[in-house]
């Protein structure tokens, strides 16, 4: 069996099994323990042996719902392997875009700071207060979560790539109340699936990823609304507030942070694949 035969073949049995088909080339890159410029190079060579029962193994378990990257350990995020499991939210391509807005609206918001205090809300993986870390050194992270094993699997990914975060165990900011400290930057990325909606999801989502990151009641809006009720009283003067959220919530999630915050400047913006995905907002001056 050559390297392209077992990609065709994986690919097909994916497809039809309407599973992702490019989850062949991760699996097998794993196997191979090659990156895909290596993978790539050498498709026309002989799988070495034992290689190929272990990888149709592996593909078969993707195709009955098994996360691809629950079998790899880890996913990649802002060019940077992060190591996930059933406790922790798989990072999305979507958030390295909400990291992105953080990092270009941050140059000019921050412009002249010694220092900027950001906490990442409900971090999971860790993945964008870890990105933010390593982006940007002025940034100084606070990383909420209220289960503590996904704080362990956090902490973990901030050790192996050497990024210095706070990581705190509460619900939502009471941590950060309850030191009294105050943000410049609050970033979440919450549950906002409504509950009747899960049941649609995937398997490969619903039956292998904590629902406690998905799940955010009746219209998906619970977290958004006990964020922007607390936030005013954390935030510095001069604040970065950044939301993802899901399709279709952008002006909900807009209203209710300018319900509490109603001098500050907000905007919806839309993710590459046109749908609206993140929410800012710029807070600048006393008057909140």
């Not at 994986?10 to 989850?23: G, I, K, Q, T, V």
């Not at 996930?84 to 990092?103: F, Y």
Request: glycine share 8%; aromatic share 6%.
């Amino acid at each position: 069996m050559k390297v392209y035969e077992a990609l065709k073949w994986a690919s097909s049995f994916l497809a039809e099994a309407e599973r992702d088909h490019n989850a062949g080339e991760l699996l097998l890159r794993h196997h191979l323990n090659m990156s895909r410029a290596e993978m790539l190079a050498n498709l026309r060579t002989d799988l070495p042996e034992g290689v190929w029962e272990s990888f149709k193994a592996d593909v078969n378990r993707h195709a009955e719902g098994i996360p691809v990257q629950h079998m790899i350990g880890s996913e990649e995020f802002y060019g940077r392997s992060f190591i996930v499991n059933k406790e922790v939210l798989i990072p999305r391509p979507e958030t390295e875009e909400l990291v992105e807005g953080i990092l270009l609206k941050a140059k000019y918001l921050f412009n002249g700071y010694s220092s900027v205090e950001a906490a990442d809300i409900g971090t999971g993986s860790g993945a964008i207060a870890i990105s933010l870390a390593l982006e940007n050194p002025l940034f100084k992270l606070s990383a909420v979560d209220i289960a503590q094993e996904s704080l362990e699997v956090a902490q973990l990914n901030a050790k192996t790539l050497g990024a210095e975060v706070q990581f705190l165990h509460g619900d939502l900011l009471s941590p950060i109340l309850n030191s009294g400290k105050k943000l410049d930057v609050v970033v979440s990325n919450p549950p906002y699936i409504p509950d009747a909606d899960i049941l649609e999801l995937s398997p490969v989502v619903k039956d292998h990823e904590p629902i406690r990151a998905l799940a955010g009641g009746a219209d998906g809006l619970d977290f958004y609304r006990r964020l922007a009720a607390e936030i005013p009283l954390v935030i510095s003067e001069r604040a970065l507030i950044a939301f993802e959220v899901g399709a279709g919530q952008g002006e909900d999630v807009k209203a209710l942070l300018l319900d509490k915050l109603p001098h500050a400047e907000a905007e919806v913006k839309y993710d590459i694949n046109g749908k609206d995905r993140m929410v800012f907002a710029v807070v600048n001056g006393t008057s909140q």
